[in-house]
């Protein structure tokens, strides 16, 4: 970070994973300082497979990975989550400082603008969350083990729970929040931009990157739920809901990347045009009967050199915050699920 810029609040799974202590042992910890969160998620992980599980098989049971081994992408895409979280806020605020906003934005440090979904907002969420898995729990499904107690009273609403919210509005702040925020700023192109982007190729690179973490973890879901299928594992086999899900979150990821893509590509085409129009009236003032080309002559020639210079750097700066071979790289991670989807759906 080369400025002193703070649009971060509270992280809901750190904030939880401080309030169970791992923030002191995340310090106490000898070596390399490990972030609170992420052994907040480890200890859980080894407490459910290591020692709730090996009780339920030493007891009866059956230990879920030799019922299910596709499980172990389930852990992994939470690990996944954990990272994604933390990679696209301190991008974010990478981003926020790359495209020097304090300089574009008048008085900045007292302004309004606000890149991240409140924390307020974050909370209410989380708690209405946990209200209904509480309810589906205690009414629906039931608590017919102690093991299955810890998972669904514990596990899902203090661990899965503040992930899965934390990563959708960090996700949604870097897709819709963020590109509105720049679009109604006073904010101006930077057209000396030596990447041709207007000042904005951080932001593009962002929205691709973000977009990548989704498009993984809908990998990694689609990996989970087909996964029996494949290891010719029993039970549960993918059917119509799985389907209509797995399409609608990528059709969700799609709209999301085509909104902030296409939001900014607005506020960019209306900046360029905005410039133009102030150059064109400059080359009216420049010259003596402007509309007709074999009278007219140039009355300030060194103001019209100068406008025809200027004009140039605006016509030549692009209207996106993408290259060539970043588009071809979305396109590829929007086309790629929904690809692998209907293929495996055919063989089955």
Known sequence: MTEDIDITNKNLVDYI???????????????????????FVGFFSFLDLAILQVYTHLTGGTHIFFKSPNVAIAYATVILGVFGIEYMSTSLEETISAIRVHERIENYENSETA?????????????????ILYAHAIFNVGIPSQVTAINLLFTWEFVLLPIIVEFTLTYV????????????TDMNMFFYDPRNMGGFAAVGTLLKRSYYLYTVALLMFFIYTYGRVFLSVGGYEPGLFDLIFFSLAWFVGLLSIAHSMYTIHQFMSNRKEARIREIED???DALDNPYDINNSSVDKPEKLKDAQRRLEQVKGTRVYPATFTMWSQIII????????????????
Do not use: C, D, M
């Not at 791992?22 to 070596?31: I, T, V």
């Open 17 to 39: 994973a401080t309030i169970f202590g791992f923030a002191k042992l995340s310090q106490a910890l000898p070596g390399k300082n490990i972030r609170a969160s992420y052994l």
């Open 115 to 131: 890149w991240l979904i409140s924390w307020k907002t974050k909370f209410l969420i989380y708690i209405i969350g946990v209200l």
């Open 173 to 184: 702040s870097i897709h819709i929040r963020l590109p509105r925020q720049i679009k109604n």
């Open 282 to 284: 400059e080359l009216h």
């Open 333 to 348: 991670s929007v086309v790629l699920p929904q690809l692998l989807q209907l293929t495996v759906q055919a063989t089955l």
